[in-house]
């Protein structure tokens, strides 16, 4: 990873930190993530609380609030304040909250949802907004089950000029059968698959990002299947750089609010056999635009 390690003319630039009336936020880093006080998220928000979160969501990619106690209901309406909610396509199957995802992970588990780098959902035509993952159960041995986050922001800044120039105008499919990893997913699941650009803008920032992931992105179209190998296996391994990261500790009440237009993530799977629980609320989002 050390040919990553930015040149002095592509230094990265750290912004100078905003000001907030209704609440107090602590980056964890000063590329991505922000510790979010001040806050009970099963009450209704204030427009300026809404505003101050929206304010900072933009900032920091990542929101982590703590002590929060939420029914389901509860965390379905905090997460309605920012566009509507996704529902899961299998949720029929199981019968569960077609806007809730159970995470869990227990002695019985053979795999852990999340596991590798990842942004949720891009072989849809519109990938969702973001995610809020509610964690209420921690691993028994009172540590394990963090999550990663790495912005794609900065993972396009330390890319050279040439290699940007290269990237831009590339497109690139993102397909739904690679989570599955080998199994056959159940008839009735429409696999999904899209077309999307290798660098986006942003919709609310208009700031550019890497747009391929290893959870999702098969090839990019323009370039041989070598070639895209190749390519896509070093901007993979860009993801992995420290600088690009901020790593979440879940304690149970946690609730993270990532934008997944901008980041990917990874859950550790360091506790099996303890157990971990959680739920996850999706917002939709756009389709993303070069
Ligand atoms: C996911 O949404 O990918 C799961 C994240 C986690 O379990 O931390």
Known sequence: MEKFVLDADRLVTT???QTYQTIAVAPLTPVIGAEVAGLDLSQDLSDQQLSDIK?????HHVLVFRDQK??????KHFASYFGELRHRQLAELDGGDPAVLPVSADK?????SGEDWHCDGTADAEPSLGSMLYVTRTPEIGSGG????????MAYEVLSPPMKEFLSGLTAIHDGLIPWQGYAPPPEYVVPKSEHPVIVRHPETGRKLLFVNAGFTSHIVQLS????????DLLFSLVKSPILSCRVRWTPGTLVFWDNRCTQHHAVWDYFPHSRYGERV???GTRPQA
Do not use: K
Not at 55 to 59: D, E, K, N, V, W
Not at 70 to 75: G, I, P, S
Not at 146 to 153: I, V
């Open 108 to 112: 019985d588990s053979q795999f852990v």
């Open 55 to 59: 304010s900072a969501f933009l900032a």
């Open 146 to 153: 963090d999550t990663l986050f790495a912005s794609m922001h």
């Open 70 to 75: 939420l029914t389901a209901d509860e965390h």
């Open 225 to 232: 299947r070598e070639e895209s190998r190749a390519i896509l």
């Open 282 to 284: 999706t917002i939709n």
């Open 15 to 17: 912004r100078s930190p």
